[in-house]
């Protein structure tokens, strides 16, 4: 049995997002964007006076699901591309959205729903480009579970995190009546004591670490519902406009860090491994693997996917969606949540992916 203590740290997914908390954090965020105008970013000076230094805050713990970053970053794309990046590690409480729009970094890592979220409260951060086309996460049952679709769960408990979107979408979509939330505790402990128990997950993940306990689970991936954002990575509406050659320069240098990983991921692996010792080697080919099966980086090359675009129809696509269910209440609009200017969106445009019937909300 793994200690559940140490679970997290090596590769569980994933903390709240740190746009569904209390207003306080919003209050916050608009004092630092104010105030931070008067604030240094820092001095090239201090790495290199050639290099212009760029820090990204991930969403986790140093894992393969940002294995194109830190190719870019040892392997010197980045430094190729005149930027002398540091990357963050993240954790449940890294709160990328709140680290960037206060400037404590001018990169993160989030969803489209977060983003969206930030912008409807009024957090001017932009999407620049897409770290995985379509979103791993899931819900996971036990093998055995006579929980085959999402309709299955009427009348069942689901733990998942407060606030998490797809959640009320599923009640929706489905019909639902009588399935009860209750709070994810990012463990799979009682996953591994009760046959019966369902709980969000990432298929890049949790799945590996109950095999490890020896519990066969299967995933009933969300995107299969029509609910699919991106996973993004984001930046100040303000650093775009003051420095989008630097944009450009990081946006490019990743999705090239990324073609390269999932070529060769042997110099990432070793250097996540640094520095994130729990992290397993059979943990990373796990994960690598998930990563390649579902097509999450590179997408569908016949709906014009490909690693880090991002189109208008899937950003209105989930605008939508999170209004009809009344998680963005404003009036914000998607044009402002996302750029393709960097991430090169000029071959065909994907449609949304949505289930074989209607994928919209039931009224």
């Known amino acids: 049995m793994i200690p559940e203590a140490r679970l997290m740290n090596r590769g569980l997914r994933r903390p709240p997002s740190d746009v569904h908390g209390p207003m306080g954090f919003l209050a916050r965020v608009l004092l630092a964007t104010i105030?931070?105008?008067?604030?240094?970013?820092?001095?090239?000076?201090?790495?290199?006076?050639?290099?212009?230094?760029?820090?990204?805050?991930?969403?986790?713990?140093?894992?393969?699901?940002?294995?194109?970053?830190?190719?870019?970053?040892?392997?010197?794309?980045?430094?190729?591309?005149?930027?002398?990046?540091e990357i963050l590690p993240g954790g449940p409480n890294a709160l990328p959205i709140q680290r960037v729009a206060t400037?404590?970094?001018?990169?993160?890592?989030?969803?489209?729903?977060?983003?969206?979220?930030?912008?409807?409260?009024?957090?001017?951060?932009?999407?620049?480009?897409?770290?995985?086309?379509?979103?791993?996460?899931?819900?996971?049952?036990?093998?055995?579970?006579?929980?085959?679709?999402?309709?299955?769960?009427?009348?069942?408990?689901?733990?998942?995190?407060?606030?998490t979107a797809w959640f009320p979408y599923l009640m929706r979509r489905y019909g639902l009546k009588t399935t009860r939330e209750r709070a994810h505790n990012f463990s799979i402990g009682a996953f591994l004591r009760d046959p019966d128990y369902i709980q969000m997950c990432f298929v890049t993940s949790e799945p590996f670490f109950a095999a490890e306990a020896g519990a066969k689970a299967r995933v009933l991936l969300i995107s299969g519902s029509g609910f699919d954002p991106y996973r993004v990575f984001f930046t100040r509406r303000d650093w775009i406009k003051d420095h989008p050659e630097k944009v450009r320069a990081f946006v490019q240098a990743s999705v090239r860090g990324w073609k390269a990983y999932l070529a060769d991921p042997s110099s990432v692996h070793a250097e996540i491994r640094r520095r994130n010792p729990e992290l397993t080697p059979a943990k990373m080919d796990y994960s690598l693997k998930a990563l390649k099966d579902g097509a999450f980086v590179v997408g569908d090359p016949s709906k014009g996917e490909a690693p880090g675009r991002m189109t208008a129809a899937r950003w209105e696509f989930q605008h939508r969606t999170l209004k009809e269910l009344g998680v963005l209440r404003g009036d914000s609009d998607p044009k402002t949540a996302w750029t393709g200017e960097f991430c090169n969106v000029e071959s065909p445009t994907p449609t949304p992916t949505t289930p074989t019937s209607d994928a919209t909300p039931k009224p």
């Not at 760029?54 to 969403?59: A, G, K």
């Not at 699901?65 to 002398?84: D, M, P, S, T, V």
């Not at 055995?144 to 009348?155: N, Q, R, W």
């Open 103 to 163: 400037r404590g970094a001018e990169f993160g890592m989030a969803s489209t729903d977060d983003v969206l979220l930030a912008n409807d409260r009024g957090i001017p951060v932009v999407a620049v480009g897409a770290t995985l086309q379509h979103d791993p996460q899931g819900l996971m049952v036990h093998d055995a579970s006579p929980v085959k679709t999402f309709a299955d769960l009427e009348g069942r408990t689901v733990a998942v995190t407060p606030g």
């Open 35 to 85: 105030l931070g105008g008067f604030l240094m970013v820092g001095s090239p000076d201090a790495h290199g006076a050639d290099r212009a230094p760029v820090r990204l805050i991930t969403d986790w713990y140093p894992q393969p699901e940002h294995g194109g970053f830190y190719h870019a970053l040892i392997h010197g794309f980045y430094r190729e591309a005149g930027l002398e990046v």
